[in-house]
C-alpha cells in the first residue's frame, strides 16, 4: 500500500468524527447558552503540550533502531464538545516540531515537523480522557553513507498515536500514549541508494498546559 493511500485511511475516521462533532456542537449551545458543556474542551483553546517517547524499529531492517523523540507541540482545539455516547468529545489539530537522538542505528538523529488532527472523547464528568491522532509531515536525518541508513538526509513521516490524558486541574495534565511513525524518503534516493525507511514503535508521556 503506498503512503499516500495509508495516510488517506488514517485521517478518514478522524474527519468522520470531527464533522459529526461540528453539527452536533451546535444542537448542546443551544441547551446552555450562557454554559459549555465541557469547560476544559471548547473551540478556539489552545494549549502547549511536551512529549517524550522511546521508539523501536519494527521494520526488521538491516540495522535495528532505537530512538527517543522529543516533541513540542501547539493544540487548537477546532470545535466544541459534540456527539453522543462513547463517540462524544472534540477534534483538535496539533502542529509539532520533534527532534530525536538515536541511541541505536546508523543516523545520529531525527528531527522535522509533523501536522495533523487528534479527536478527544470527552466524556461527561471524567478527569481520563481518551484520544487517537495522526499526523503527516516531513523530517531530516543525517543519513550519510552508511548501508542501512535512510538513502538521503530528507525523508517524509507520518504518525499515528492513541492515548489517554488525566487532567490535573483546568489547564495542567499528563497523557499516557503509544505512539507508532514511519520514515521514507519515498524513493528519491533511488537507483543510487535504496530507499530503507523507517517503522518505529513506543511508548509516549506528555505533559500539556491550556491556555
Avoid at 21 to 41: G, H, N, Q, Y
Avoid at 117 to 145: A, C, L
Amino acid at each position: 500500500m503506498k503512503s499516500t493511500t495509508f495516510c488517506a485511511l488514517l485521517f478518514a475516521p478522524l474527519c468522520l468524527l470531527a464533522n459529526e462533532a461540528k453539527i452536533a456542537a451546535p444542537l448542546l449551545k443551544a441547551s446552555a447558552v450562557t454554559t459549555r458543556v465541557d469547560e476544559r474542551f471548547y473551540e478556539n483553546r489552545m494549549d502547549v503540550a511536551y512529549e517524550s517517547a522511546v521508539m523501536f524499529d519494527i521494520a526488521g531492517n538491516a540495522n535495528s533502531n532505537v530512538h527517543s523523540p522529543q516533541i513540542l507541540s501547539l493544540r487548537w482545539q477546532l470545535d466544541d464538545v459534540g456527539n453522543e455516547g462513547w463517540r462524544r468529545g472534540n477534534t483538535e489539530w496539533v502542529f509539532s516540531g520533534y527532534y530525536s537522538p538515536v541511541f541505536e542505528g546508523p543516523e545520529d538523529y531525527f528531527s522535522g515537523a509533523i501536522f495533523g488532527p487528534r479527536y478527544n472523547f470527552v466524556q461527561d464528568g471524567w478527569d481520563f480522557v481518551p484520544y487517537v491522532e495522526s499526523r503527516v509531515g516531513v523530517g531530516f536525518t543525517n543519513s550519510g553513507t552508511v548501508v542501512g541508513a535512510q538513502g538521503q538526509d530528507f525523508m517524509f513521516t507520518f504518525a499515528v498515536g492513541l492515548g489517554v490524558r488525566y487532567l490535573i486541574n483546568d489547564r495542567l495534565e499528563v497523557s499516557l500514549g503509544a505512539l507508532y511513525q514511519h520514515y521514507s524518503n519515498a524513493g528519491l534516493s533511488e537507483p543510487a541508494r535504496q530507499n530503507n525507511g523507517l517503522d518505529a514503535l513506543g511508548p509516549v508521556l506528555g505533559l500539556n498546559w491550556k491556555f
